[in-house]
Every structure is written in C-alpha cells, then in structure tokens.
C-alpha cells in the first residue's frame, strides 16, 4: 500500500490558521473514515490528535480540527501557538493495517 | 493511567535479530491490539504490524513479512517484536503503542527503542 500524500512543510503565525492535507485513493481515505492525525515533537513519541477523521481524544483542544473531502483528508489547527510547531502525520487504517502519511513539518513564524 | 514503556537501545551487526519489549501497565494488557511503528533517521513513520494479546492473532505490513514477529507474554503484560536478518536499513528509532477503537488508532505510545545495525 502507497504512503499517503502530504506536504512537506507548512508555516504560519500565531493566532493564524493552517490546513495540512493529506492525500490517498478511492481505495482508502475515499472509501473509509479510518483516518487519523498524530502530532510529533523533535526527540518525542508521536501524539494523538485526531482519528475517525473528526474526533479528538479527551485532552486534545479543540483548536485542531478533522475533515475529508473525496480521497482527501485535512487537518485544520486554529490559533496556531509557538508549542503547535512539530511534525504531523496522517494515517489510514484500511485492509487491516496502516499506512502513514509522509509528514508535514509545521512551522510557526 | 495507561503506561507503555520499552526496553532500552539495541546495537546489532548486520544479520542478526534483535527483540525489543513493550511492557503495558494501567489496563487489561488483553483488551487492546499493540502496534509497533518504526521511524528511521530524519524520515516518518513506517507501520510495521499489530498484535491481538487476547488471541495472539497478528497482522503485518507487506514490507515486514517474513522477518518480524510478535507476540505477547499475558503473564507479565509484556508485548515482543523481533525482527531478523537486519541491515543498516533497519537502524530506526521502534516504537510500539496501544490502539483504540479495535486496532485502528495508536493512542498511547511508549517512549521509542533505538536499534543501531552497525558492523
């Protein structure tokens, strides 16, 4: 299964929005809502963010947002803060497994 | 609260095997799938597979076929990846996490085991 496709870095400032896409086939992000984003700081376990596209885990803000259009995901985080700057990943769970997005390096100007 | 911790760093020659724990505290260690995903230097995450501790059942991405293997020590909550014939390919930071909602999502995420593969 291809790795899902994302951008490579994205930039903003605080209190801006950003999108993060992340992009797939009929045959996974467009045919199920298995979708989830992870958060990644340097040296550090990846965290969390998102899954069933949407959703956020008990403890994550609600500045972060999932949504998905056709074989496209997207992560939206509102207000971005200085602590918002990490790596993102997406990920689709289909056919019994996983596969990542490249990652996306988010910088906070 | 939900605990995943890992064995410590791993340095092998090429060719051999190398067998790292994830050991799970916090929670039934049979109610949830174990994942391990490994991150090779300045690179993202690669999914490698998952393991059912309840059924022992496991699934494994096609690139890892043949060479991993997981299991589960339900006796110490204690999940295992080995995997063999390694090459300098395989030096990575392998991190195994406890999913949610089944096996899809990986919520709770030990703190990563660097595996060196260095002759």
Redesign the interface.
């Known amino acids: 299964?291809s790795?899902l496709t994302q951008p490579a870095s994205v930039s903003g400032s605080p209190g801006q929005s950003i999108t993060i896409s992340c992009t797939g086939t009929r045959s996974d992000v467009g045919s199920y809502n298995?979708v989830?984003w992870?958060q990644?700081h340097p040296g550090k376990?990846?965290?969390?963010m998102i899954?069933?596209v949407s959703k956020r885990?008990s403890g994550v803000s609600n500045r972060f947002s999932g949504s998905k259009s056709g074989n496209t995901a997207s992560l939206t985080i509102s207000g971005l803060r200085a602590e918002d700057e990490a790596?993102y990943?997406c990920?689709s769970?289909v056919g019994?497994?996983?596969?990542?997005?490249?990652?996306t390096k988010l910088t906070v100007l | 609260q939900v605990q995943v911790v890992q064995s410590g760093a791993e340095v092998k020659k090429p060719g051999a095997s190398v067998k790292v724990s994830c050991e799970a505290s916090g929670y039934t260690f049979t109610d949830y799938y174990i994942h391990w995903v490994r991150q090779a230097p300045g690179q993202g995450l690669q999914w490698m597979g998952w393991i059912n501790p309840n059924s022992g059942a496991t699934n494994f991405a096609q690139k890892f076929q043949g060479r991993v293997t997981m299991t589960g020590d339900t006796s110490i909550s204690t999940a295992f990846m080995e995997l063999s014939r390694l090459t300098s390919d395989d030096t990575a930071v392998y991190y195994c996490a406890r999913a949610v909602a089944g096996p899809k999502y990986l919520q709770h995420w030990g703190q990563g085991t660097v595996v060196i593969v260095s002759s």
């Open positions: 299964q790795a298995f989830s992870y990644q376990a990846p965290k969390l899954y069933d885990p790596d990943y990920c769970y019994g497994g996983g596969v990542f997005g490249g990652g």
